[in-house]
């Protein structure tokens, strides 16, 4: 039986995606997915109507024989304010609190990794482009895991986010940053992304089962998946 795998990172009709959120997790749980966050983009302006919207689909996902999370992206905030914003949203009801990070491809605040690190209540940092290593030993120490993405443009940086991260042993995971149908990826895919990041086999283990895992029992689940 294929292992199925675990997806931190995807997109409804709730920000910028294709796909009414309970479609979305129809779909993962048909690719093989056994956990599937919904984060759409969030600001200060959204947070409370995206984690509310997005909370009634994901308590359906228990249909489909998958666990489904209602989470955020908290895209392009200006630094300094990611720690209030990561705290509201964890009040509004996001289980999971990504941070959109330094990207290559937009144009994020500088600092902006930093102080997703640093925040208390975020639990990702998404494809954060050119990682420092004081950032990923600042994640290290406050459980923020780091992302490896399938998503074209993001993934230019998966070798850096790779090395860095592995130097010191912060946690990674691979996610897709899914805005359509067609961006979901079953295991075997993303076990590619994983060694073509630069991951060994057991770094990509890792990555792929026991960081997924430790993230859930971050959040409250049993991290069985």
Known sequence: MPAKRYEFHTHTIYSDGELLPIELIRRASVLGIGVVAITDHAGAGNIEHVVDGVKKDCKLGEEFEIIAIPGVELTHIPPKKIPGLAKRAKKAGAEIVVIHGETIVEPVPEFTNRYAVESP?????????????????????????????????????????????????????????????????????????????????????????SNPRDLLKRIGYSGSG
């Open 121 to 209: 209540d975020v639990d990702i940092l998404a494809h954060p482009g050119f990682l420092s290593p004081s950032d990923a030993e600042k994640a290290l120490d406050n459980g923020v895991f780091l992302e490896i993405t399938s998503r074209k443009g993001h993934s230019l940086t998966n070798g850096v986010v790779a090395r860095v991260a592995t130097s010191c042993r912060a946690q990674l995971l691979v996610n897709t940053d899914a805005h359509a149908p067609g961006d979901l990826i079953d295991y075997a895919f993303a076990r590619k992304v994983a060694l073509g990041a630069g991951l060994t086999d057991s770094e990509a283990d890792r990555a792929l089962h």
